[in-house]
């Protein structure tokens, strides 16, 4: 009896803290999640025989895995990162070129033959708006000192400075094509890398 307690208990510090905060907007409170877990991303910067760059963070969050190209600002949902199939399909909604989808599938697929930065300081926010869900990962790239916003089942991602609140809301809107939901998500992003 008391190895399946100590069992239930050890499972119990697999699933995930999630802290509910509110943040006020525009005179309206918005309440959205905070998972207490690092999402395990990593950083890489890849490079192609015709001089083409792709800036993505990867890693592994509530659902599964996801991707950010982050200077292309797209974004997708990953499978294992041996899963070339998948995530094959999933790289070729948002890359063009087979070959950079090859490039991109091998790479994280034998990611740890790579040289990648794996980032220390990282969120997982859940925000429910609108009748829509939007999971963003959070994090700062030392190295460059940006911090960057993935939103994978959005296939979003970009990348600023650490300081602009205007910079991110800007880019969210060009994004999300919807002002309203750029300054609800804007204001979160911004709380929560301060």
Not at 71 to 94: G, Q
Not at 97 to 106: A, F, H
Not at 163 to 181: A, F, H, Q, T, Y
Request: proline fraction near 2%.
């Amino acid at each position: 009896m008391e190895k399946n307690f100590t069992e239930i208990n050890s499972l119990k510090n697999l699933v995930p803290k999630i802290t509910e905060k509110l943040i006020e907007t525009d005179s309206k409170i918005i309440k959205y999640r905070l998972l207490e877990q690092n999402p395990n991303v990593k950083a890489l910067n890849i490079s192609t025989n015709s001089d083409k760059t792709f800036n993505i963070v990867f890693g592994e969050h509530i659902n599964g895995g996801f991707c950010g190209v982050l200077n292309k600002n797209k974004s997708c949902e990953l499978s294992h990162y041996s899963d070339k199939f998948f995530n094959t399909e999933r790289f070729s909604k948002i890359i063009r070129g087979k070959e950079n989808v090859k490039l991109l599938v091998n790479t994280i697929a034998n990611y740890e033959k790579t040289d990648f930065t794996e980032l220390q300081y990282t969120k997982e926010i859940s925000v429910d708006f609108n009748g829509f869900n939007y999971l963003i990962i959070l994090g700062v790239n030392g190295f460059r000192n940006t911090d960057f916003c993935v939103i994978p089942n959005w296939e979003i991602s970009f990348e600023t400075n650490t300081d602009s609140i205007g910079e991110k809301e800007k880019n969210l809107v060009k994004l999300l094509k919807n002002k309203r939901i750029a300054k609800v998500l804007t204001a979160i992003i911004f709380e929560e890398l301060r």
